[in-house]
């Protein structure tokens, strides 16, 4: 009799809302066989404890192992992780005026931050000076170069609305931004370095 394939696809981050975390939530399970894919999904893989650590670091042995304990008949191929880091989140924790707060607090330091960055860094390059010897060089006479400063800040808003790809809420292109871009680059370099220190501390579970 020909072995069941279990094609499972790990990922590496999962937030889940409940203590009971099951292979469902952690993989994707694809399997011709329907009664062997529910069962597969419903293995519980980890539980967390209400007063313990919220992040837990689980290997594809421990899962391989799982699976050979509930479906002995089945082969497992993966295609996905081959660790994977849980956390248990409270979805209440960011509700009501607490978030509106933090919001607010977030693009008030992003906003002034970024004008006194630009405003220091066009006072160390002496921008207005440069402005008034441009403007000497094109027209000849000295005169108001405040025309040039309009035009560099109108310029300056429009390159970052274009690098950054977005006006409010919306998108200019489909693309990622280079902003969401750095920040996957860095979830991921976390979550490798959590399930690193998991498994060199002997926490991973496997």
Known sequence: MAQTEIYIKMEQNTEVM??????????????SDNAVAAKVKAIKVHKFKEDGVQ???????RI????GETCPEASVQNIGETDALVELVNVDRHKGFQ?????AFVAAVSFFGTAFTIMAYHNDIGIADIFEK????????????????????IGLALGIIIFFNHIGGRRITKDPTPIEVEMRIYESDVNKALIETASREGKEEN
């Open 18 to 31: 409940k203590p009971d975390v099951f292979l469902k939530d952690i993989a994707e399970i694809v399997c």
């Open 55 to 61: 992040k837990a670091a689980i290997s594809l042995t």
């Open 64 to 67: 391989i192992t799982l699976i």
């Open 99 to 103: 978030q509106i707060l933090k919001i």
């Open 134 to 153: 441009f403007y000497i060089m094109v027209m000849g006479n000295p005169g108001n170069s405040a025309v040039l400063e309009v035009f560099y800040s």
